[in-house]
């Protein structure tokens, strides 16, 4: 009898564990800190990693390159300013270490709104080689087993099918992950505005649409470097973002920037970048609101909030520009060095028994990858980029192949805490829905 009163206790304890809502089982996250790196698609860093859609699955049709006559190389086009590389590189991608270390500064590579149409070509991407200043350099890769990071993504979650959500490069894809949406300039100079035929063809680059949307590097009215002229600064914007969304209901949030203290007290560092700091384009966060004195906060405000347990409910991070991947200026291993710093500051800090630690890229930098992102509408998704999920909730030792993009960090946040979503595409986004044991 009391075997059978034992085994019936606990076949309803199983029952109700079973029973307990999805909406409780996420309300157990108190804490999300978003890392928000720069400029590398998913086969670029992780195309080795074991179990997930990396170099070995592309196709011949995705990886041979075309030039301007659509036919494929002889050899990868050489690439510009940089005695490290071959001139002769087979048309394939190739392994970026054998010729510049990943602790050594790389070329950078074309990330535009328009270029970044063009290299995927319809989903064949095959253009990355061609629509490039670096030529042949968009092809290259990193050894995954060498990347500071590697650790990590085995230990949690490693997202293979996450895209950025909007064509082009960082000012952009950093709009999209506060807003969902492109920032408006109507009537901006006319010598900043592209040109594109009655099919959409571009005639020529500019930095704002046709129809008056900022869709390439553009800083903002509310904060741009000295000497910077007001004509082509973004209009401040009015539209709804998920940090408006957070203070309206109470939830307590900050954006983390390297340099920021630095910067708005006139003394910026030479690699501070104002046009990654998206909360400010908005009349919420000006300069002089409380917004912006609440909210907008300098890197080592994290460090020193993640040590004593007093993070907000949601964190932004964002390094400075040394130090977050950049191509150009920042290196694979200074970057990712910091933000193992970054993520261990949170581990070992008394919030991280109930945070959710998403680190990922902006977008891919103009760097090849082979997978076809999925057609949404007119501004995206883009290529794909890494996603890593580290939290006591993530699934452990797991390679997630759901398709995600940068919205759906939104709709994760906006799930949590039955916040409205801002608009379409964050409200369809998958919320991250396979990342987790709950």
Known sequence: MRTILKTSLLLLSTLSLKAVPASAQLNKVKHVVVIYMENHSFDNLYGQFPGADGLEQASKENIIQLDHENKPYQTLPPIPRSSAFPTNLPNTYFNIDQYVAADQVTPDVTHRFYQEQLQINGGKMNKFAHYNFTK???????????????ELAKKYTLCDHFFHSVFGG???????????????????????????????????????TPDGYAVNTINSINL???????????PTQTGPNIGDRLSDKGISWAWYSGGWNNAVAGKP????????????????YAKGTPGRKEHLKDETEFLEAAKNGTLPAVSFVKPIGLE?????????????????????????GPNSKDVVIILTYDEN?????????????????????PALIISPFAKKNYVDHTPYETVSILSFIEKRWGLNPLNKRDQEADPLSHAFDF
């Open 170 to 208: 960082s000012f952009l894809n950093h709009q999209w992950l506060v807003a969902a949406a492109s920032p408006t300039f109507p009537n901006a100079p006319a010598s900043i505005v592209a040109q594109v035929d009655a099919r959409g063809k571009l005639i020529k680059d500019g930095t704002v």
């Open 324 to 348: 977050n991947e950049h191509p150009g200026e920042s290196t694979i291993t200074g970057g990712e060095s910091h933000a193992v710093k970054l993520i261990n500051a949170v581990l070992n």
């Open 136 to 150: 042949g350099f968009a092809m290259g890769y990193y050894r995954t087993k060498d990347i500071p990071l590697y």
């Open 365 to 385: 930098g103009g760097f090849w990858d082979h997978i076809a992102p999925p057609v949404i509408d007119k501004w995206g998704p883009g290529t794909r980029i």
């Open 269 to 284: 560092d030479p690699s501070f970048t104002y046009h990654h700091q998206p909360f400010a384009y908005f009349t919420r």
């Open 224 to 234: 741009y470097p000295a000497g910077g002229n007001p004509a082509f600064l973004v």
